[in-house]
């Protein structure tokens, strides 16, 4: 009952209907027992889709929405790092104070989930503009788990692949404003031209092997600015818009299970403009419930 809910709550499945066991009429009379019922539901349009991913289905459909909305690439991301077992950063207890604030500097929007992102893409940038030695100097002085960023690099790869097994990533499947990511900003270098909303815009002729759905998903970011970084104004405003979408497919994934916090216990911003106040407590927000006088 506990997985029909579940599917239930997340509109996998259409509401339940009471149906009685074909049991004899004859024996329903005789029996002193009440008669069992039992919970019949049918698949949504959603739920067909998630019965085909080999996934928790929370995570199935963020997947799924992260790549209707053109966003896929963050997605995996997104996907990968919350069901990763071991966070991405680590925190040694002789150094714990240089880990949180090595932490802070990714800090993006007081969200955990959108942090660990933002390390993630720095992570593959170092990687892929360094040499091996300056990759591992980098997870190193940053406090990151090199061996947690990995598994999150195969998790991407890895619901891209179940994602093309239903056809959500299908070469043929693909739309004029493209797949992969359609957040705003660039989209992954050297694979081709982008529309006015940072899509891929659909080629003509044969497609190689690295300008398919899959591959320019895997190669999109996120394009989020931590902050305390003191980027350009448009690289901000990018990062902004990025944000909003994500916490949007956050939320409609993950949906009934969210929190709204009160405002007195989200940090506030300084009056001067400077935010880093608020991105070094974005991981310190508690929640807890007040005593009434009467108890």
Known sequence: DRALDLLSGIDALEPFDDANDDD???????????????????????GYH????????????LLLLGTIVGASGPTLTLCAVMTSAR???????DKREEADAAKRNFAVAFSDHLTAVAAFDEWRRVRA???AAEARRFTRDNFLSAQTLEAVEQ????FADHLESIGFLS??????????????????????ATDSAGGRRRRKGKKSKGDTPRARALGAEASLV???????PEARATSAASVALLKGILCAGLYPNVLVAPRDLVPSRRKDGDDSAAAAASSLVTFQTKKSKSA
């Open 50 to 61: 998630l019965a085909s991913l080999p996934v928790e289905p929370r995570c199935g459909k």
């Open 226 to 232: 931590p902050d305390g970084d003191k980027a350009d």
């Open 129 to 131: 503009t360094s040499s």
């Open 171 to 192: 070469a043929e499947e693909e739309e004029e404003e493209g797949e992969g990511n359609n957040l705003p900003g660039p989209g992954p270098s050297g694979s081709g």
């Open 24 to 46: 004899d009429e004859s024996k329903d009379k005789s029996s002193t027992k009440p008669r069992k019922k039992k919970k019949v539901a049918a698949l949504t349009a959603l």
């Open 87 to 93: 966070s991405v950063f680590v925190s040694p207890l």
């Open 155 to 158: 998790a991407r790869r890895q």
